[in-house]
């Protein structure tokens, strides 16, 4: 079983519900170092050369494909590598509802991605995840410092998710049969807004949060230090899209991650009463 991106803050998750399965793990990273619980080798999704290893005698490979410019060329190599090397089953990370917004350049390289898992031959499934939970975890500073969540996500509401969830479902639709070819969204039990978002944090901060608002210039320009420019664009067209749009599960989409996990998807409220006391 390979897991690529499984050095990330999903991919982590999806090695930790795999071996806590008992299942055998290999990680492919470019910074091989202090990893444990795994097979760690080197290999880059940028250079095709170093990814006979990491695929060598692979069956089941976990696919996250990291944000990046070219992400459509580094899928697409490890979509090669696994045709060379045999791989029976790809479990490829995409996002939820990514077909009703391929405006947004980070849906779209989605898209062409499965388009290329598609004509690959090889067996796929595909985990649709909504927005991370764990994304708030960089919001640390405004939150507690200036009392804002600063993520311009709307007042439409998105079905955000913990990425455990994430690993969980990985874990199940790599180790049992029967999810080629299925497509999951990965979402939590809640719609949330912003405001919902800066009021559960307030909650168990016990102090004030406020919503930052749905200014996205501002936004922009505040994070423009800390991400190359590109991203801050692609990631403008997104918050625009959950303002107009949200992105919401159906109630069906809910039910069905449900069935696949066993229990019900983690909730924001959990997640937070979790953290809260360690920034308090
Ligand atoms: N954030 C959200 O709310 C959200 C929601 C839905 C979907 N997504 C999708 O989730 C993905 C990001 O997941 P994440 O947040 O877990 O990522 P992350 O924490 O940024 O981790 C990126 C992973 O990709 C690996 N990686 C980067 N460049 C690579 C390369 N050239 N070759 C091989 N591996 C490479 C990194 O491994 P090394 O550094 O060890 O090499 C690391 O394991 C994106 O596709 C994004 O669109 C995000």
């Known amino acids: ?18 071996t806590d399965k008992g299942a055998k793990v290999r990680v492919m990273t470019r910074r091989l170092g202090a990893h444990s619980g795994a097979e760690y080798v080197a290999g880059s999704l940028e250079s095709p050369e170093t990814l ?12 996250l494909t990291p944000l990046a410019e070219n992400e459509v060329e580094l899928g697409m190599n490890a979509v090669r590598a696994a045709q060379e090397s045999g791989v029976r089953h790809i479990v490829f990370q995409s996002v939820h509802q990514a077909a009703d917004a391929p405006q947004i350049p980070h849906f779209k390289t989605k898209l062409e991605i499965i388009e290329g898992l598609r004509s690959s031959g090889i067996p796929y ?3 649709s995840p909504n927005n991370f939970f764990q994304n708030d975890l960089g919001l640390q500073e405004p939150i507690t410092g200036y009392g804002v969540y600063a993520a311009p996500i709307g007042g439409v509401g998105c079905s955000r998710v ?6 969980d479902a990985a874990a199940v639709t790599l180790l049992e049969e029967g999810h080629e ?3 999951y969204a990965l979402v939590g039990p809640d719609i949330l807004t912003g405001e919902d978002c800066a009021a559960i944090w307030a909650r168990h901060l016990g102090r004030e949060v406020a919503y930052g608002g749905d200014d996205l210039d501002a936004w922009a320009e505040a994070v423009s230090s800390m991400m190359p420019e590109w991203l801050v664009r692609d990631l403008c067209v997104m918050f625009a899209y959950f303002q107009e749009h949200g992105l919401k599960a159906s109630l069906e989409e809910v039910a069905e991650l449900t069935q696949l996990l066993g229990r019900s998807p983690r909730s924001f409220d ?3 009463a979790e953290i809260a006391p360690g920034w308090s």
């Open 162 to 167: 913990d990425v455990r969830d994430i690993g």
């Open 125 to 127: 499934t595909v985990l």
């Open 270 to 272: 959990d997640f937070v």
């Open 52 to 63: 006979g290893s990491a695929f060598d005698r692979v069956s089941k490979v976990y696919l």
């Open 181 to 183: 070819g299925r497509d």
């Open 1 to 18: 079983m390979l897991v690529i991106g499984g050095t990330g803050t999903v991919g982590t998750e999806v090695v930790r519900a795999l």
